[in-house]
Nanobody
Framework: QVQLVESGGGLVQPGESLRLSCAAS????????MTWVRQALGKEPEWVSD????????RYADSVKGRFTISRDNAKNTLYLQMDSLKPEDTALYYC???????????????WGQGTQVTVSS
């Protein structure tokens, strides 16, 4: 069974940084594309970023491009999301996802973690 446990969320002020982690188990992490999705309260899920198995071909949503960095450590079965220059608009529940998602409208599945809350507020 796929298990994804996100951590690292919290309350920060605009302009600050946060690093999210996703501990993966129940599948071969090193052969799986990984994705970050976020969902703000009352909003639909939004694709944030994904990363190929080798970790050398990241993709980002325009809303986070230049501020967020996705990475992975296959030896540790862990996916990361470094979030810099955080904005209030980044406030959301952030999910780690195994595989790809339908970019315009990601749908939750068993390949999603439970999420970690990121709140950016002054």
């Amino acid at each position: 069974q796929v298990q994804l446990v996100e951590s690292g969320g919290g309350l920060v002020q605009p302009g600050e940084s946060l690093r999210l982690s996703c501990a993966a188990s129940g599948f071969t992490f090193s052969t799986s594309i990984m994705t970050w999705v976020r969902q703000a309260l009352g909003k639909e899920p939004e694709w944030v970023s994904d990363l190929n198995t080798k970790g050398n071909s990241p993709r980002y949503a325009d809303s986070v491009k230049g501020r967020f960095t996705i990475s992975r450590d296959n030896a540790k079965n862990t996916l990361y999301l470094q979030m810099d220059s955080l904005k209030p608009e980044d406030t959301a529940l952030y999910y780690c996802v195994k595989g790809l998602v339908f970019t315009p409208r990601p749908m939750k599945s068993d390949n999603w973690g439970q999420g970690t809350q990121v709140t950016v507020s002054s």
